[in-house]
């Protein structure tokens, strides 16, 4: 039987595709927002406003996990630090944001 192992770092660009995915969701969200304010009138600033904290909050719970996963895995300590630090940052600046 063989056991399958995983490169130290595999988990550390796992995290980064996440991070990536939660930048990417509050990026075009904030570009609909920007851009659509002619298009879409104050209708739509209730829902992006929803979509703002829930990204935000799914996020920075994300970058929560990282880190944590950062404090048990010394092999990619720093790299899942970073990631989950920006995590944390891009969704609670996100919330803070949008509901000041």
Not at 21 to 37: C, D, H, K, M, P
Not at 56 to 74: E, H, N, Q, Y
Request: glycine content about 12%.
């Amino acid at each position: 039987m063989q056991i399958a192992t995983q490169h130290p770092r595999g988990g550390a660009r796992q995290d980064a595709r996440w991070a990536l995915a939660e930048t990417a969701a509050l990026f075009l969200i904030f570009l609909v927002a920007f851009t659509g304010r002619d298009a879409f009138s104050d209708g739509i600033k209730p829902l992006l406003t929803i979509l703002s904290i829930a990204v935000g909050s799914v996020g920075a719970v994300a970058g929560l996990v990282v880190g944590r996963r950062a404090l048990a895995d010394p092999a990619a300590r720093i790299p899942r630090l970073a990631i989950g630090g920006w995590m944390v940052f891009a969704g609670v600046y996100t919330i803070i944001h949008v509901l000041s």
